[in-house]
């Protein structure tokens, strides 16, 4: 017999042991209370049209009850995806481990674009939205300046804002940020360049966000969209396992649309164009050059992602004009760097010591 045949027997043993899996986890299911995201308590300290600045605090159940960093941390997530995945459970959250670490934390929360914000631009998002929260961070702390980390597609804003606004930032920091947009082993890129961006918004408006995520999971999609289901029934009897599995379900389906001329604008500007890194990109009046980026810079990096290849983050320093730039690799993924066992011990800690050891 081939060595890749199994015998009836066993095939039937193995069904009958899934679906008795399957079904004895159900009950669980039904039974799970909400999912809740977001564990660390914050404020909304300020407000414009859908953007809140939020100002996160230590409770008594953290190691450090009050900042060591007296220069503010100013959070800058994706508009993609929502930023709670940053404060996903007890024990899974980079922005309690960023508090515990000394520091100050402020986050951006761009909100739920809907029809009437079609026409926002990365103008907008830059020079408006960001720029006040900016200003409001500085006003409530009595700070001259923040320090910036930017996270992903927020690590692409965060570095166009530090060009136009060098003077605001104190240290900037850059996790699994997009820098050159056209890598070989980029797949986000090879997709892009020949998507026809203008038919698109024109079409659609505001460019829903299940389209963007049916996108991301088609990258990997044997086990984004099949194995991943296939796992979970071995976790479904596992009533604490399977409520971190619907965690991670929930943020990664709660996706926001777009607005759809600053998606128009990434798109062709970045992805198809690579204009940050060839000094043709403009945003509003600003003509964003990276060499006006001499802050000290720390760019972190995951060995592993799949979304954004380290190649493209790494040629940050071949275009920043800092004396004093670092990198930082983690040894996993995309997510993973968020939420593991191992980037809760390595990465937070490592940024937060990172911005003490840069008064």
Same mark, same amino acid.
């Given at each position: 017999?081939?060595?890749?045949?199994?015998?009836?027997?066993?095939?039937?043993? =193995?069904?009958?042991?899934?679906?008795?899996?399957?079904?004895?986890?159900?009950?669980?299911?039904?039974?799970?209370? $909400?999912?809740?995201?977001?564990?660390?308590?914050? =404020?909304?300290?300020?407000? $414009?049209? @859908?953007?809140?600045?939020?100002?996160?605090?230590?409770?008594?159940?953290?190691?450090?009850? =009050?900042?060591?960093?007296?220069?503010?941390?100013?959070?800058?997530?994706?508009?993609?995806?929502?930023?709670?995945?940053?404060?996903?459970?007890?024990?899974?959250?980079?922005?309690?481990?960023?508090?515990?670490?000394?520091?100050?934390?402020?986050?951006?929360?761009?909100?739920?674009? $809907?029809?009437?914000?079609?026409?926002?631009?990365?103008?907008?998002?830059?020079?408006?939205?960001?720029?006040?929260?900016?200003?409001?961070?500085?006003?409530?702390?009595?700070?001259? !300046?923040?320090?910036?980390?930017?996270?992903? !597609?927020?690590?692409?804003?965060?570095?166009?804002?530090?060009?136009?606004?060098?003077?605001?930032? @104190?240290?900037?920091?850059?996790?699994?940020?997009?820098?050159?947009? !056209?890598?070989?082993?980029?797949?986000?890129?090879?997709?892009?360049?020949?998507?026809?961006?203008?038919?698109?918004?024109?079409?659609?408006?505001?460019?829903?966000?299940?389209?963007?995520?049916?996108?991301?999971?088609?990258?990997?999609?044997?086990?984004?969209?099949?194995?991943?289901?296939?796992?979970?029934?071995?976790?479904?009897?596992? @009533?604490?396992?399977?409520?971190?599995?619907?965690?991670?379900?929930?943020?990664?389906?709660?996706?926001?649309?777009?607005?759809?001329?600053?998606?128009?604008?990434?798109?062709?500007?970045?992805?198809?164009?690579?204009?940050?890194?060839?000094?043709?990109?403009?945003?509003?009046?600003?003509?964003?050059?990276?060499?006006?980026?001499?802050?000290?810079?720390?760019?972190?990096?995951?060995?592993?992602?799949?979304?954004?290849?380290?190649?493209?983050? @790494?040629?940050?320093?071949?275009?920043?004009?800092?004396?004093?730039?670092?990198?930082?690799?983690?040894?996993?993924?995309?997510?993973?760097?968020?939420?593991?066992?191992?980037?809760?011990?390595?990465?937070?800690?490592?940024?937060?010591?990172?911005?003490?050891?840069?008064?």
């Amino acid at each position: 017999m081939p060595p890749f045949q199994m015998p009836a027997e066993a095939i039937a043993d =193995e069904v009958k042991n899934f679906q008795e899996k399957l079904m004895g986890g159900v009950s669980n299911l039904l039974d799970m209370p $909400e999912v809740r995201v977001g564990i660390t308590p914050h =404020e909304v300290v300020y407000q $414009e049209d @859908k953007v809140r600045l939020l100002h996160y605090y230590c409770d008594e159940t953290s190691a450090q009850a =009050e900042p060591r960093n007296p220069i503010p941390l100013v959070v800058v997530y994706a508009l993609i995806n929502r930023p709670y995945m940053l404060d996903l459970q007890e024990g899974r959250s980079t922005l309690r481990c960023l508090l515990e670490a000394g520091q100050d934390v402020y986050l951006v929360d761009w909100g739920y674009p $809907e029809a009437a914000e079609r026409f926002l631009t990365l103008d907008d998002y830059l020079n408006d939205y960001l720029d006040l929260c900016i200003d409001k961070v500085c006003e409530v702390t009595g700070s001259n !300046q923040v320090n910036l980390l930017g996270i992903c !597609q927020g690590g692409t804003f965060s570095l166009c804002y530090s060009a136009m606004h060098p003077e605001k930032i @104190k240290n900037l920091v850059t996790m699994v940020t997009p820098v050159d947009f !056209q890598t070989p082993d980029s797949h986000l890129s090879h997709w892009a360049q020949n998507v026809d961006i203008d038919l698109l918004v024109d079409t659609l408006g505001n460019i829903p966000g299940a389209l963007l995520n049916w996108t991301f999971l088609n990258l990997k999609p044997y086990q984004l969209m099949g194995q991943k289901y296939l796992n979970m029934v071995d976790m479904m009897s596992d @009533k604490t396992l399977l409520q971190n599995f619907m965690r991670m379900e929930k943020w990664i389906f709660d996706s926001p649309d777009q607005a759809g001329e600053t998606f128009r604008q990434f798109i062709k500007d970045f992805y198809q164009a690579n204009r940050l890194i060839n000094n043709t990109l403009q945003i509003g009046d600003y003509q964003v050059d990276l060499a006006n980026i001499t802050m000290p810079v720390l760019n972190v990096y995951a060995e592993q992602d799949h979304l954004v290849p380290p190649s493209s983050s @790494k040629a940050l320093k071949h275009y920043v004009k800092s004396d004093d730039y670092d990198e930082l690799v983690f040894q996993g993924g995309h997510i993973g760097i968020y939420v593991s066992g191992k980037a809760q011990k390595m990465i937070a800690p490592a940024i937060g010591a990172w911005l003490s050891e840069h008064p």
